[in-house]
């Protein structure tokens, strides 16, 4: 996807940088970024943002390929009792994934649970046959001879989107972000907290909406 949005705007500097989700949102709050991509239900308490949705996703089991339950269509939260479960760490934990996490942990027999302090950690640890993690579908990378993303039987809100101060939205109408004709030396920094989607890009401010359609496209491509 980096590739892709690098062909599409050759001279967007980017640079990779991961952040738990509270810093991120600190990030944005405190001017030190201008955009950030995550979910939405991690930015229900500020009310100074304004939030472009991209796209939806569910929940996913993500199991090595050689598991007995890498073979299902689907898991009901029951399916893990007994398993090792890799869950994230609370800084990490949007809310939606904490609730699922304490569901499992609260409702689910049997479990032997490890907590990890990072997305791409965990994933190499199932790699590895550590144990299963569950995570949103649009942050599981799947490998088919390595790890496996089984969709979970739990409904729960997903929506992933850009998100900026109201301050800086982008009003009704054809208005440019102020560099998007005339940069005028402003960068703005794009942050994200997903494997996939975790970024740190520094580009010249274009119109948000141009950057939630290229990013769209992308995803297909992806």
């Known amino acids: 996807m980096i590739k892709a949005f690098h062909r599409e705007y050759p001279n967007c500097k980017i640079f990779l940088e991961g952040f738990d989700h509270n810093r991120l949102k600190h990030h944005l709050i405190d001017h030190d970024s201008d955009v950030i991509f995550t979910t939405h239900d991690d930015i229900t308490d500020l009310a100074a943002v304004k939030y ?38 609370n ?35 199932v790699k590895a046959g550590l144990g299963i993690t569950v995570m949103p579908s649009f942050v599981a990378i799947e490998k088919a001879d390595e790890i496996k993303a089984v969709k979970l039987n739990y409904p729960a809100p997903l929506d992933y989107g ?49 950057i939630c359609q290229s990013f769209l496209q992308l995803k297909r491509m992806a």
């Open 52 to 89: 472009y949705h991209l796209f939806s996703g569910h929940f996913v089991a993500l199991v090595p390929a050689d598991h007995h339950l890498s073979d299902r269509e689907e898991l009901a939260l029951d399916d893990l009792a007994g398993e090792k479960i890799l869950l994230i760490d």
């Open 91 to 125: 800084n990490w934990c949007p809310p939606e994934q904490l609730k699922l996490q304490e569901t499992i942990r609260k409702k689910v027999d049997d479990l032997d649970i490890s907590y990890v302090n990072d997305v791409e950690i965990v994933s190499l640890m």
């Open 162 to 210: 850009l998100v900026c101060r109201k301050d800086e939205a982008d009003p009704p109408g054809p208005r440019l972000l102020p560099g998007h004709a005339r940069t005028g030396g402003r960068d703005v920094i794009l942050l994200g907290s997903s494997v996939k989607q975790r970024n740190y890009l520094k580009v010249n401010l274009r119109k948000i909406t141009v």
